[in-house]
């Protein structure tokens, strides 16, 4: 349905769906929370524009993966988090105390457990990247957690059934758990890019989509 679209008559829709007309009042709350639809007295329920949507909404997130074109969302997904987690990252290994190391830690070796099953594999990757972000400490970053942690678990789900599993992205996560560590800012910034930059790599791997050229060496300033 295009922009501005009304929704069909309640009770015709529910006899072309074949479901209840309350079922279908819950899912139209359900689409207009996420900002798919909107509701007017007298204008009826019409479709929104795409730029009004929840776009970073799990379910939304998860509905565009469904539909064309999926590759365009995972590229803007992967540039989201390459633009916010080598930040995030690199203020982490400024900041983090021994508790959030031991946090970060733990959840890397839970990695390492599940590492042969990505539907396993997604629960501590996400915790993972979830400390990091604690260990900032700043309420709005908080925040971004909660966009960090669906890209993740979306891109995840792209690559469930990798022959080689999660486990050749260890390293790449273990350069980063190392270089917060030892509060290495810039080392913290560049392992976290590697791992998106690989992250992306398999999740368009996966759609079948066209290798991504590697970001190309930066001077030494």
Known sequence: MKPG???PREDEWAVEL???RTVLREATKVLISKRLVESRPKAGTKVRAEVDWSILDPDVL????KAAPREQLVRELFELRRILEPAIAARAAE???EQDIQALTAAYAAMERAADDSARFIGPDADFHKTIVRSVENRMVDALGGVIDAALT???????DAPDGQRPSL???RKVL???RRHDRNGASRAMELLIDSAQQDALRALGAERVPSP???RSA
């Open 18 to 20: 074949g479901v209840s």
């Open 216 to 218: 190309k060496k930066r």
């Open 178 to 180: 190392n270089a917060i």
């Open 5 to 7: 679209q009304a929704l």
């Open 171 to 173: 390293p790449l996560h």
């Open 154 to 160: 979306l891109s995840l789900k792209l690559s469930l």
């Open 62 to 65: 998860d509905w565009r993966l």
């Open 95 to 97: 900041k983090a105390t």
